[in-house]
């Protein structure tokens, strides 16, 4: 589930279903006018590895704008199976975690994967230092050299994702709406589409 090359196909899939998705005023790539239910909530920042038992969102999340700082763009949040999750936080962490982000540098050069989807030669994944994964939020927070911290936080869209998981099609509307972080500089209203992958 996590080869880029499965994500990058998917990305024409899930570009339709993007586009009919109602996006804010915005100025560049940063949304403004931002809802509450898009808002950070006001609790003490995440600290640890948690998630709710049980829970299903495998799959990725595809933001549905350009959220990233100068030529990084965020490409997809990588969220992993409940079993994933349970294994990772047994052993007090591991080579891959179960949830991370990918961002990909937009001004280097383009390459073609076996299927003709194109994608940027240069990516980096962030890994977290922490996170909390339940149906009602998603808090992500990792850090890279080159990016400085990132903090992704979402509310998931349960309606909307349990449909296209009963389709085994990408989310038709929002899956995830919140904020992305990078470097100390927030995008307000984001939001992501989501696809289960192969």
């Given at each position: 589930?996590?080869?880029?090359?499965?994500?990058?196909?998917?990305?024409?899939?899930?570009?339709?279903?993007?586009?009919?998705?109602?996006?804010?005023?915005?100025v560049g790539s940063r949304p403004v006018a931002a809802s509450a239910a898009a808002t950070r909530s006001d609790k003490p920042p995440v600290t640890g590895f948690s998630h709710e038992q049980g829970l299903d969102l495998a799959g990725?999340?595809?933001?549905?704008?350009?959220?990233?700082?100068?030529?990084?763009?965020?490409?997809?949040?990588?969220?992993?199976?409940?079993?994933?999750?349970?294994?990772?936080?047994?052993?007090?962490?591991?080579?891959?975690?179960?949830?991370?982000?990918?961002?990909?540098?937009?001004?280097?050069?383009?390459?073609?994967?076996?299927?003709?989807?194109?994608?940027?030669?240069?990516?980096?994944?962030?890994?977290?230092?922490?996170?909390?994964?339940?149906?009602?939020?998603?808090?992500?927070?990792?850090?890279?050299?080159?990016?400085?911290?990132?903090?992704?936080?979402?509310?998931?869209?349960?309606?909307?994702?349990?449909?296209?998981?009963?389709?085994?099609?990408?989310?038709?509307?929002?899956?995830?709406?919140?904020?992305?972080?990078?470097?100390?500089?927030?995008?307000?209203?984001?939001?992501?589409?989501?696809?289960?992958?192969?």
């Open positions: 589930m996590r080869r880029p090359l499965l994500v990058i196909s998917a990305l024409a899939l899930l570009e339709a279903a993007c586009e009919r998705v109602a996006e804010p005023a915005s990725y999340f595809i933001p549905n704008g350009d959220y990233g700082p100068g030529p990084w763009r965020l490409r997809e949040v990588f969220v992993g199976s409940d079993a994933e999750f349970s294994q990772w936080e047994k052993d007090g962490g591991g080579e891959l975690a179960p949830i991370f982000v990918t961002f990909e540098d937009t001004s280097s050069p383009k390459g073609s994967n076996e299927l003709g989807g194109e994608y940027h030669e240069v990516s980096v994944r962030v890994f977290p230092t922490s996170y909390s994964v339940t149906s009602e939020e998603i808090t992500f927070r990792g850090r890279d050299d080159k990016l400085g911290e990132v903090v992704v936080w979402g509310v998931p869209q349960m309606g909307p994702l349990n449909a296209a998981k009963a389709a085994n099609m990408p989310t038709d509307g929002a899956a995830l709406t919140g904020s992305v972080e990078v470097g100390g500089e927030r995008i307000r209203n984001a939001s992501f589409a989501w696809w289960r992958g192969d």
